[in-house]
């Protein structure tokens, strides 16, 4: 029987036998013992599936794992510390030094750096194509050593929709995958592999955890990538592992096989586990993930509305307005709804926006976005302040944009905050 996405969140991933916890138990212990070495050895040489220290895989982590996997639609996912972890991995997993990615200009900012700076400080070039660009341009992009593309499903905080299925068709006729974080729109509202993406990362701490409660990330593997069709591209998984006996991934695991290579090499190089504790609350945040979209979706459409008519506001950005840019490939890709952020400049530029947030008053100044409370940001001079404003405006960023994450209070009473804010600009 295939289970809704409500039934999903609530059953997936845990199947308590008789007797045993109902709650997915937090199982907080860095080992686990075993009778004999050889029994240890099996799960060393990956011949037996089992624990053995926390900082590759813990029962906790798997069991909330496995309900994002189901969501998603997908064979094989891990949690790790933080979005940041997942997009970091689900790259490094298949690109090393010497190889190049294409990635949509329009995402978040700290993804953005990551590219931009740290990875490329690990010989590991980026292209950077807009969200809008066409097939042609975005085939010439292509490289020898392109290993994979990278995009969002609803850019963070340019609020782009990214035409997945274009993206999808151009990877795989160069013979890579397509990598796409879909935090802001969750499994809920858009299940990228049923247009063709391959791997799917999310930045848990947004609108799963839903209460800005814990940090987390999550990888999840479609297991539709043929990894040995394009083995020279991808000798990690497709040949021999010395440093595990010689294993070769794609062999041994077949649709599991970047999963268990990211779990097997980078948790265990990198360690940027989830802990347990973390896994137990984003657990309970996802068992109201259905109920708590929806809430947020309405809000943020009758703001955007709100908004799109005021005299002051010179532009928003909210793909569920008909007029927006994206409301077409929104209605492909997200025709439940999209997410509860809002995008928005006001007329009176970069000091508007500043004067606007000192008055807020229900919606706080933060880092944080995709949560119960609404909270606000201007990115230019916080999460995207490393960028130029060359670079601020490719991403679909300008000095005027204020993020403006709408939460789960009531609508007129947020729409009234706002108005009162506006007053004073």
């Not at 997009?87 to 190889?99: H, K, L, R, V």
Request: proline share 4%.
């Amino acid at each position: 029987m295939e289970l809704r996405p409500e039934t999903l969140c609530i059953q997936a991933g845990y199947t308590p036998g008789n007797g045993e916890p109902r709650q997915v138990p937090i199982i907080q212990s860095t080992t686990f013992k075993y009778s004999t070495s050889e029994d240890m050895g099996k799960l060393f040489d990956l011949e037996a599936e089992g624990y053995f220290y926390s900082r590759l895989q813990n029962p906790t982590c798997d069991h909330v794992a496995a309900k994002i996997c189901a969501l998603e639609g997908g064979v094989a996912a891990m949690l790790t510390s933080s979005g940041q972890a997942a997009t970091f991995y689900s790259i490094f997993n298949i690109a090393s030094c010497g190889d190049h990615v294409i990635a949509s200009s329009a995402i978040y900012g700290g993804s953005f750096n990551l590219f931009s700076v740290t990875m490329k400080k690990m010989g590991i070039s980026f292209t950077f194509l807009s969200p809008d660009c066409t097939e042609e341009e975005l085939n010439a992009a292509f490289q020898p050593n392109t290993k994979a593309v990278f995009g969002e499903t609803i850019a963070n905080p340019a609020l782009s929709v990214l035409d997945i299925e274009k993206f999808a068709k151009c990877a795989h006729a160069h013979g890579v995958p397509l990598i796409v974080d879909n935090t802001f729109a969750t499994p809920i509202n858009c299940r990228p592999f049923e247009f063709g993406a391959d791997i799917v990362t999310h930045s848990t701490t947004k609108y799963m955890d839903g209460h800005a409660a814990v940090l987390g990330g999550c990888i999840v593997d479609s297991g539709n990538f043929d990894w040995m069709a394009h083995a020279d591209k991808f000798p990690g998984l497709c040949t021999p592992d010395d440093s595990y006996h010689g294993v070769v991934y794609a062999e041994r695991f077949g649709k599991g096989a970047f999963i268990t290579k990211c779990t097997a090499q980078l948790m265990r190089d990198f360690g940027a586990m989830q802990a347990p504790q973390n896994a137990f609350i984003l657990n309970l945040g996802l068992e109201s993930l259905p109920f708590r979209m929806k809430q947020h979706c309405q809000n943020a459409d009758k703001i955007a509305r709100f908004l799109h008519g005021h005299e002051k506001v010179a532009w928003v950005r909210y793909c569920g307005l008909e007029d927006d840019p994206y409301y077409t490939l929104a209605q492909k890709y997200l025709p439940n709804g999209s997410c509860g952020v809002i995008s928005f400049g006001l007329k009176s530029g970069r000091k508007g926006a500043e004067t606007f947030m000192k008055h807020l008053k229900l919606g706080s100044i933060e880092t944080h976005v995709a949560d119960s409370r609404t909270c606000c940001l201007h990115p230019a001079s916080s999460t995207h302040r490393q960028m130029s404003d060359a670079e601020l405006d490719a991403a679909g960023v300008g000095a005027d944009l204020i993020r403006l994450s709408c939460g789960l209070e009531n609508s007129e009473d947020l729409i009234a905050d706002i108005a009162q804010a506006l007053e004073n600009v």
